[in-house]
């Protein structure tokens, strides 16, 4: 026995030393490899070409896409004549495109002269074969709380939403203001104001009272749909405490419906705030669409607030649709039994595009979650997957690279291997978390979409297909069908092949925004008194050899050190490809010598302190990656950067802290954590 004893202890002593020692070298040198591999590939432009299991799944192929292409450009009449199709119409369309693109004058119309109704298009033509489909997935902030919403079912609350709408009075060209975190009835609601043609105005759930003021006023909105409170990340949010603040500056709101999501006790206003239970207690379960126009309004839409004031982006309906279904299906190449999950809140334009109109137009099943990707855990988007079986996601870089930050682990507990195909959006994708992305969450075998596009382009322009465009990481490739994408020079002539200048769009598509609401000359003004005959985008992208594109960043953004351009894109990106780097933003500011100098904000990955020496190392880093123009002559340690609640970081603030205007930053009503700019400031570095 005394025997047995001691070897077992010798034995398990030894494995311990042996696996204490030879694990950190053993991984350590793993991990450098990556890393260098990771900057291999970066420096030699690395390609993912299509692979032959990607070109079966996908509906088009290299020659499909390029014939289609040219097709849609040469001849983009009889192009969208037909693609009008796969929208039901109650009147068809005779006219297809009615458009005027000058520096004085735009006017955009599309299918004019025909009719149908949106919320129609989402519903009721599935009825007939798809009726019991499972339209939305909902997935509570509790992983406990969920729910699943047949096509049949949705018809039903959405008529009855619809006309419990219409008991209150509202009317077609009636503006509707939603304020809403993720709850089912945000879907059912926008959908019901689409059935009686009143225009619904989405405000995102984490926007307080001066915002939700401001957006009701606008838009002259005289009703509003909310709840008594919203849950999300395991937090309470006073979604009705912050309405009726909101309220106290809209003397004209008549009426305020409200959701019951939690039951907490909430102040009450007799004759305004009506219950949305009560609201739909008799009513019937069907409603008789209203035939709209194509180009009758379907929604207000104001834009993340990025580069200034936001904008009351207005969609109209028919050429919308069209383009929301039609990209849907072909980026993210969607099959009838695909489970779909866009993890963007509705109450931003990809929300809006691809979690309600374009896969609801193709019958899809697409998820809508309540939470956040770290609650409980950061587990959660993951076993999200695993539990519903998920084959599409798209996501944000600002999520991709928060959750890189917190290391593999949490990720690869779960399995993914529903997944098929994986999307982004937002902001340029630094090469890094691309491959991040590829690697670890598809686990090698997922294409990824990186999708270009605006609040105002109501879709996607700029995107791999997956079965006939390489990847580049980095880069959202090429453009889509009737997308024409020029680049201008900074002496306003554009540039044919590889160049790099401002991005604009040469010729109109169905989907594009129609106006700013009540403000058709800021409309010409900010997008088309630039370049004649142009929609300019504000942003900056680089053309290759390839002809892929690659988003430098907004135009306002590019930094001009020493007479040379330098994209915000590709000096963060580099910032990224650091091993201990887990975000970063550059923003320019007054450099005697240089013209501009860089002045590099930096968060840390989870455990890594900053220092003397990792910033000496970052400043070589950095100019060995991209050459000694983007050395960096500032570098700012930070745990957070200025973002707005869509998660985009707001360089504009950050220029006004390098430059040390901090009392000028302009609109920031759009900012997520206003606590983060305090702690720059105080911790700004001389320049
Ligand atoms: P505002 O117009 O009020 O400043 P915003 O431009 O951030 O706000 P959105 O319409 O939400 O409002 O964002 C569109 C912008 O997001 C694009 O102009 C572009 O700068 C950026 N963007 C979106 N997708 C991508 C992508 N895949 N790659 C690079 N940039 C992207
Ligand atoms: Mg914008």
Redesign the pocket.
């Known amino acids: 026995k005394v025997k047995k004893n001691v070897s077992r202890k010798v034995k398990f002593k030894v494995k311990k030393k042996v696996s204490r020692k030879v694990k950190p070298k053993v991984k350590k040198k793993v991990s450098r490899k990556v890393k260098s591999k990771v900057k291999n590939d970066i420096e030699k432009e690395l390609i993912f070409k299509t692979r032959p299991e990607w070109i079966k799944a996908a509906l088009v192929n290299k020659t499909k896409y390029q014939k289609k292409y040219s097709d849609s450009i040469k001849n983009n009449n009889e192009f969208w004549k037909k693609e009008g199709k796969r929208i039901t119409w109650i009147k068809p369309y005779k006219k297809i495109k009615n458009v005027k693109y000058s520096k004085t004058d735009v006017k955009i119309k599309w299918y004019e002269d025909g009719t149908l109704n949106a919320s129609s298009n989402c519903i009721d033509r599935h009825l007939k074969d798809k009726k019991d489909k499972t339209a939305i997935i909902w997935v509570g902030d509790n992983p406990n709380d969920t729910r699943k919403i047949s096509y049949k079912q949705l018809h039903s609350e959405v008529s009855k939403a619809a006309n419990g709408l219409k008991k209150l009075g509202i009317k077609k060209g009636d503006r509707v203001t939603i304020y809403l975190t993720m709850i089912p009835e945000l879907a059912i609601t926008m959908l019901a104001c689409a059935r009686i043609g009143a225009i619904h105005s989405i405000i995102f759930g984490g926007f307080l009272a001066e915002s939700i003021s401001g957006r009701i006023n606008d838009c002259e909105s005289e009703y509003i749909i909310t709840s008594d409170e919203g849950v999300r990340g395991g937090k309470i949010i006073p979604l009705k405490i912050n309405v009726d603040e909101a309220l106290i500056n809209c003397p004209n709101v008549k009426k305020c419906i409200v959701i019951k999501r939690t039951g907490n006790y909430i102040n009450w206003v007799d004759g305004r705030d009506v219950w949305y239970e009560d609201l739909i207690k008799d009513v019937s379960n069907k409603c008789e669409p209203e035939e709209m126009n194509a180009e009758d309004p379907l929604f207000i839409l104001y ?6 004031k ?2 009351g982006v207005l969609h109209t309906t028919g050429g919308y649709m069209v383009y929301a279904s039609m990209t849907h299906q072909y980026i993210f190449n969607y099959k009838p039994r695909d489970v779909y999950w866009c993890t963007a809140d509705i109450g ?2 990809t929300g809006h595009s691809y979690i309600i109109y374009g896969p609801l137009a193709n019958g899809a099943t697409t998820i809508m979650h309540e939470g956040v990707p770290n609650y409980p855990d950061w587990s959660r988007w993951w076993q999200i997957i695993d539990k519903y079986k998920v084959n599409i996601f798209y996501t944000a870089p600002t999520a991709i690279r928060s959750i890189m930050r917190e290391g593999d682990k949490y990720v690869k507990k779960t399995s993914r291997k529903s997944l098929k195909l994986l999307g ?6 630094n090469p890094e978390a691309w491959l991040w992305y590829y690697k670890t969450v598809g686990n090698s075998k997922c294409p990824i979409v ?7 382009t109501g879709g996607i322009l700029i995107s791999p297909q997956t079965g006939a465009i390489n990847l580049k990481p980095g880069s ?1 490739t090429k453009p889509f069908y009737g997308i024409k994408p020029s680049i201008i020079d900074k002496n306003g002539k554009e540039i044919k092949g590889a160049g790099e200048g401002r991005l604009c769009i040469s010729q109109s598509w169905p989907g594009q925004m129609r106006t700013v609401y009540g403000d058709h000359q800021r409309f010409i003004d900010t997008y088309f008194s630039q370049f004649d005959g142009k929609y300019f ?3 900056g992208a680089k053309r290759d050899k390839d002809g892929y594109y690659w ?1 430098t960043g ?1 135009v306002d953004d590019v930094i001009i050190v020493s007479g040379h351009n330098l994209g915000t894109a590709e000096i963060e990106s580099a910032f990224v490809a650091h091993e201990k780097v887990a975000e970063s933003a550059v923003v320019g500011y007054p450099h005697d010598i240089k013209g501009n100098g860089l002045y590099c904000y930096v968060t840390l990955n989870v455990g890594e302190e900053p220092n003397g020496e990792l910033e000496r190392d970052l400043k070589l880093w950095v100019r060995k990656q991209i050459g000694p123009l983007a050395t960096p002559d500032i570098i700012h340690f930070s745990p957070g950067l200025p973002k ?1 609640r ?1 998660g ?1 970081i707001m360089r504009r603030i950050l220029r006004k802290i390098a430059a040390n205007e901090h009392d000028q930053l302009g609109d920031t009503s759009t900012l997520a954590d206003p606590s983060v700019v305090q702690s720059l400031v105080d911790n700004r570095k001389n320049i």
């Open positions: 834009t993340s607030g990025s580069t200034g936001p904008k931003w334009v982004t959006v937002g902001e340029p994708i990186d999708t270009w596009w605006q609040t105002e959202a985008t504000g942003d988003i907004r707005t869509s985009k």
